[in-house]
């Protein structure tokens, strides 16, 4: 079981207790905001999200980590990798996502955990290309990308919201696709 480990938190794989806590966050509608359609997910949606994901860990060998505090245990949220799906156009790819509550916003957490995800692509799952996607006017996950050290290589649409978005990417040469 793949754990990493930064200053300030662990990331890990899902467990029944998260549920709650994630739950929460995808009830925020400003945390919701820049996601699909920005429609709030409930309780039993986010289930089914944790069952998914968790499923993707064992399918592909690659998906997304539960974002732990360090020192005080507490859920901030999610990062990790998936297969962007929902966006035909640019695949096969692997795209790096995170979302964290709000409390957990201006800290510099999302890129802490998004940059250890990215050595986890690179180094140990031995990706050579890794994609980032945001809707068009989200500032911050462009700010993270670009810290990260990827360049935009498109704006395109997400065909089943109908919302412009910009890919983003990242190249290491000898890595696989």
């Known amino acids: 079981m ?8 662990t990331l890990r794989r899902w467990r029944e207790d998260d549920l709650g ?7 925020d509608p400003e945390v919701m905001r820049w996601i699909a359609d920005g429609a709030v997910l409930g309780r039993e949606e986010t289930a089914a999200d944790l069952a998914r994901w968790e499923r ?16 005080t245990g507490r859920l901030a949220g999610f990062a990790g990798l998936s297969v962007p799906e929902y966006l035909p156009e640019i695949l ?6 995170w979302r964290l509550g709000r409390g957990h916003w201006g800290h510099g957490l999302a890129t802490e955990a998004a940059r250890a ?7 140990d799952r031995g990706l050579g290309r890794v994609v980032g996607v945001h809707q068009v006017g ?8 670009r810290k990260l050290g990827m360049r935009r290589e498109r704006e395109t649409t997400d065909p089943a919201h109908r919302v412009p978005v910009c890919v983003h990417v990242i190249e290491v040469a000898g890595g696989r696709p």
């Open 56 to 71: 993707e860990w064992e399918e592909r060998g690659v998906g997304l980590f539960a974002v732990e505090v360090r020192g």
């Open 138 to 145: 989200n500032d911050s996950a462009a700010k993270i990308m």
């Open 2 to 9: 793949t754990t990493l480990r930064t200053p300030r938190l």
């Open 117 to 123: 995800v990215l050595d986890f692509a690179l180094r």
């Open 21 to 27: 806590p994630m739950a929460d966050i995808n009830a």
């Open 92 to 97: 096969p790819a692997v795209d790096i996502r």
